[in-house]
């Protein structure tokens, strides 16, 4: 069955300083995505990232990147410079195609609190 | 733009009342779900639906039920509230099970 774990509950950074967040998946399917979402304090849910399983490249979105290493089955996201804005929880996700099991399973989450 | 709107926000119960949550979406997507948040736990599916007129159960379905009868509604039904089900309720719909899922602003529902 298909899993991910944050293993991460909760982080506390001072401003401007870097931070990753981690995520492990297991999945047994060859064709897969994992998905990055954040939920600020007004408690809505933002789409950020969505990742193939075939597509190993690391990608950069302005303070935000995600390395995606399918050898060691991780998804992580880091936060370069942090603001008192990227303060919220973080939950990675996992949507398994081969097997056509639940559509969307999340992580527990991870809360990031920046302290300015 | 709307996207995906649920009504209501909040909502107070007594243990045995019975409601019903309406989400509705105006993307055209074919993929709705209905999940809870509770603390600590992420979120969970309770149950989905892959087009107009069908339904599936998630990973936690026990005690509701859901319909879609239409293609942009997706009602979420207690019938007979517990305390358990104190929660926060997202609704969120997908054009696929591969593409990101757009979510309602969640409704905080407590069952006394």
């Known amino acids: 069955a298909q899993k991910v774990t944050q293993a991460q509950t909760e982080i506390s950074v001072v401003e401007k300083e870097d931070v990753t967040l981690d995520c492990v998946y297991e999945t047994r399917d060859t064709t897969y995505y994992l998905f990055w979402y954040k939920q600020p304090p007004s408690g809505e849910l933002v789409f950020l990232i969505r990742r193939n399983s075939f597509d190993e490249q690391n990608e950069i979105s302005g303070r935000y990147s995600w390395n995606f290493q399918k050898s060691t089955s991780s998804f992580n996201f880091t936060i370069t410079a942090s603001q008192v804005v990227d303060s919220a929880v973080y939950f990675c996700a996992l949507s398994e195609w081969d097997s056509g099991n639940t559509p969307l399973v999340f992580g527990k989450g991870t809360r990031l609190s920046v302290i300015a | 733009n709307a996207g995906v709107t649920q009504t209501p926000k909040f909502r107070v119960l007594k243990t045995g009342q019975s409601m019903t949550l309406l989400c509705a979406q105006d993307?055209?997507?074919?993929?709705m779900y209905w999940y809870r948040q509770d603390p600590g736990m992420g979120l969970r599916l309770i149950h989905y639906?892959?087009?107009?007129?069908?339904?599936a159960k998630g990973e936690v379905p026990d005690g509701y039920n859901v319909s879609r009868l239409k293609k942009q509604n997706f009602l979420l039904g207690l019938e007979s509230a517990a305390p358990s089900q104190t929660s926060v309720y997202f609704c969120a719909s997908s054009q696929d099970r591969d593409q990101p899922q757009h979510f309602g602003d969640g409704t905080r529902l407590s069952i006394l």
């Open positions: 993307m055209n997507h074919e993929y």
């Open positions: 639906s892959v087009g107009e007129g069908t339904t």
